[in-house]
């Protein structure tokens, strides 16, 4: 589910959940006109609203309105919002090498490209066996 802003013709402003990117506009609950989708507001409790991570960002030419000029707009600037905060914020970004082994050990630290792979099992082995309290790590 996807928390969106809607706006109507007759002036009303509101936030509806809609199951995915593609999915229609509800109707104004004031008027039962149709709403256009608006674009998030970017302040979250004082806080820059990262937006949506670049998975939920749409991929498809049905997730931004069949191609939809406005839509499309509207995403490029969410995108471009976001990759200047995964500059200023790498965190954001997460980590985006490709996985090589996710199971056993590594379920809880996934073992990347790139890592060193002595470092990368102990450093697994270590998180995936709970440490008791008091015991030296
Ligand atoms: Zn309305």
């Given at each position: 589910m996807i928390l969106y802003n809607y706006g109507c013709a007759c002036g009303n402003r509101f936030e509806a959940f809609v199951a995915n990117m593609s999915a229609p506009n509800p109707s104004?609950?004031?008027?039962g006109g149709e709403t256009n989708r608006m674009p998030a507001r970017v302040n979250f409790g004082g806080q820059a609203d990262p937006g949506p991570s670049r998975d939920e960002l749409p991929r498809s030419w049905r997730g931004v309105g069949n191609g939809d000029r406005e839509t499309i707009r509207h995403f490029q600037r969410v995108t471009e919002r976001r990759e200047k905060l995964e500059e200023k914020y790498?965190?954001?970004?997460?980590?985006r090498r490709p996985v090589l082994a996710h199971e056993g050990?590594?379920?809880k630290r996934p073992l990347r490209a790139g890592d060193d792979i002595a470092t990368a099992v102990k450093e697994a082995a270590a998180a995936a066996k709970a440490v008791p309290e008091g015991e030296p790590k």
């Open positions: 104004c609950p004031e008027c790498p965190e954001l970004a997460g980590d050990i590594f379920e």
